[in-house]
């Protein structure tokens, strides 16, 4: 057994895929339209036939409350992990992403956390040599 989708809400499928494709670098894996949404994931260049992130509506009424539950503990929706967390820290800034948590050692991995403007946290991971990863 693997994982195939996994999904993140996001406020607006627009906003969204251009935020994970133009800046966090994902490519468009599934474009299908369904009603006033769409079944849009995306997966990272780097594993196109990996794991897929549906870019999922907000439309639930239970999604508002958690996902500002999150925000607000601070608590990130998803981690992504990158080789080099100052490199691509330093990208995403200079592409104006706001981080809530700069790199920082966290035990076994480095973490930094920015927010994907559409209504959540999410987390980067490097891992440290110690860690095995």
């Known amino acids: 057994m693997k994982i195939y989708v996994t999904s993140v809400f996001v406020d607006d499928q627009d906003k969204a895929e251009k935020f994970y494709t133009d800046i966090l670098?994902?490519?468009?894996k599934h474009n299908i339209p369904m009603g006033d949404d769409r079944w849009l994931t995306?997966?990272?260049n780097e594993a196109p036939e990996g794991t897929e992130l549906l870019l999922e509506p907000s439309t639930h009424r239970a999604v508002k409350p958690y996902?500002?539950?999150l925000v607000s503990d601070g608590i990130p929706a998803h981690s992504f992990q990158v080789e080099n967390l100052d490199q691509e820290h330093k990208r995403l800034v200079d592409l104006g992403v706001?981080?809530?948590t700069a790199p920082t050692d966290a035990g076994p991995v480095r973490m930094a956390v920015f927010d994907d403007t559409c209504g959540n946290l999410i987390q980067l991971i490097?891992?440290?040599a110690a860690s095995g990863g």
């Open 126 to 128: 490097e891992m440290s």
């Open 98 to 100: 706001e981080f809530v």
């Open 42 to 44: 995306v997966v990272s």
């Open 25 to 28: 670098g994902f490519q468009v």
């Open 67 to 69: 996902k500002d539950a």
